[in-house]
């Protein structure tokens, strides 16, 4: 998986409360995305940022989800307020660079958030 | 809107019986259609991108081809470690870096 970090590997929360979701891309990649696998579903496009700015949030619910690549630092998935439909794998990936060809895409481990 | 469909959603087979996974797409411009390995509990694992209809590529005992329509992900005579879901998707030309997944096919390889 090419060094894609994320922590936790396992969150639990309950509901109500907040889950912090934290991603280093490969060193060198200054491209992040993060995508969400609910059960029995496909990876769903959640969100692509570069360097402190969010390049599409397309796939993002409109409420309770935030997400932020600083210039220093892990990019961060925020759920404020989590539900029991928020349980899902989220995974976070990587590329060296946009709009070229060539751009291959690596993911991390995930992020399996239960909430109880 | 860009969909991948894969089929069979899950596929049985014996150590050595080659088989093929199958991907088909409609997308808006094909940018590249990547082909990623997963195994349970695990994030997605990088094998191919293909880029334009003819295109081949090859990694051990996997091979992927594309067509306009569709993508092939050909096993030849499968070990029980190749036990994983497959999972294929498109990247739009103008949808930025954006992938859009299939649901995966789960292939077990038997003794």
């Known amino acids: 998986n090419a060094g894609v970090m994320q922590n936790p590997r396992h969150l639990v929360r309950r509901r109500g409360q907040e889950a912090r979701l934290r991603c280093s891309p490969v060193k060198g990649h200054s491209h992040v995305y993060w995508y969400r696998q609910l059960p029995e579903e496909g990876l769903k496009f959640m969100v692509y940022l570069q360097k402190e700015n969010i390049i599409d949030e397309s796939g993002m619910p409109k409420e309770r989800f935030s997400a932020e690549f600083p210039k220093e630092g892990p990019s961060i998935l925020r759920i404020q307020q989590v539900v029991r439909g928020d349980s899902a794998a989220y995974f976070c990936a990587s590329s060296p660079n946009s709009g070229q060809v060539g751009n291959t895409i690596y993911f991390g481990e995930g992020s399996w958030l239960t909430v109880v | 809107e860009d969909q991948v469909t894969q089929s069979p959603e899950a596929l049985r087979l014996q150590e050595g019986e080659s088989s093929s996974l199958n991907c088909s797409y409609t997308v808006s411009g094909l940018r590249g259609l990547f082909w990623y390995r997963q195994d349970p509990g695990k994030g997605p694992e990088f094998l191919f991108t293909?880029?334009?209809a003819g295109e081949e590529k090859e990694k051990e005992r996997l091979k992927a081809t594309l067509t306009k329509k569709e993508s092939f992900l050909h096993i030849t005579a499968p070990k029980p470690e190749d036990s994983a879901t497959y999972l294929c998707a498109v990247q739009a030309g103008g949808g930025g870096n954006k992938l859009t997944f299939g649901t995966g096919t789960q292939l077990k390889v038997e003794l």
């Open positions: 293909l880029y334009s």
